[in-house]
């Protein structure tokens, strides 16, 4: 069985389940982070990420090559993937959708909260809890009853779900990815929107809110969630599009539910991968690209390798790093803030003095009794000069030959301004909490 065909593993084969299992480990580190600070969307994003390359990584090592043979018939592997096949199609669009609309509440000032009640937050939780795995609950329970076979299983791809051709099947199933990756496109053009309208405000709305963000976590998590849905989108799309081209024909429970309906059907595909397989491990690096290089990021490996006990072979590990926001630019604008404020109490100090002289001098010439130094006298160190009459200070003053007296020099104002965040507008009754 089997001779004459060649059943030797294709790059394809050899380099997806590499990739995969890179795509979980690198999705770690952000997991990690968010889970910490209990961004629901976020965190159920990387749920559906992690788990889609949990099973493109399983099934390429189970079924690399196309000697059906030899293959394994997946009984209760294929049960749960296939329905989590479209858990993953709803809730990664769901996800996504509710980290958009969570940022756009955000920006929204009309109905900016500085501080929330433990009930409104276990409501906002309980929102996006709905958004994220509510739906794809719904999906993975209708899916049976358009089931028309067991499963499926592809060379490399594994298992596979098999769905009716007919209205019903679009309609309980196959139109939630793309109606939640619609809404998500509205929420993403809704944050754009507000982010060019209250750009002068951006950072004021951010500290107001009662979202634990900043500007960088802000952005990374906004561009992360667009980029992905630039790749879930069309997607999306396109599976809707085949589904609706194919000839479609009256739903039927006999028929679909028919006595070969526990069959389960192999198919070799010449070692080629199904185009969504790429998909799914691309979205675990873009993840990572986002949210597994930043600051909070590195201290976390920092942390990891000096728990490791690395730090006796690499004492630098052990070093703190440089605070967020420093670079050559803030240093040297610290340089030159210290120059000016020295300058200044130079200057002042300067001033002070004149101006205790001229005091004295003043007093001395109106009891005529003023003095300049006498090096020969050290005993009279001044002797008497006749006082200066209010007409000779006039004349003196607005001569040309006089010389003019420096005024100090403010060097240090304008290289340290700060911005101090600040609540905007009344706080709104309603109280809904904008976490992401």
Known sequence: MGFGFDYRRSAGAIALPILAIFSIVLVVPPGIWHVKNRNVGACSLL????????????????????????????????????????????????????????LARVMDVDRAVVRTTQAQRRRQTIVDLLWCFGCPIYVMSVDYIVQTYRYYIFTVAGCTPAIDSSWLAIVLVIIWGPIFCLLAAFYCVLVIIRLHKYRKQFLQILSASSANLNKSRFMRLFFMSLMLLLVLLPVQFYVLAVNLSYPHRPYSWKAVHSPDWGRVIMIP????????????????????????TGNEAISMYRK??????LGRWFPSLAQSRRRPGYSKSTASKSRWSSLGGRAKELFSRAGSQTATTVKSLNRASSDGTATSPSPSDPEKAFERVPPVTEMEMQTASTSHNHPRALEPLDLGTSFHEEEHAFPLGPVSRNGDDARV
């Open 47 to 102: 749920f559906w990420i992690t788990l889609a390359n949990l099973f493109v990584f399983m099934n390429a090592l189970i079924w690399p090559t196309d000697n059906i043979g030899s293959w394994w018939r997946g009984y209760g592997l294929c049960d749960v993937q296939v329905k989590l096949t479209w858990g993953f199609a709803a809730g990664s669009a769901g996800s996504i959708a509710c980290i958009m609309r969570n």
């Open 269 to 292: 595909t010449g070692g080629q991968v199904a185009f969504d397989r790429w998909i799914r491990v691309s979205c675990g690096f873009l993840v990572f690209v986002f949210f597994g």
């Open 304 to 309: 990891w390798l000096l728990a490791l006990g």
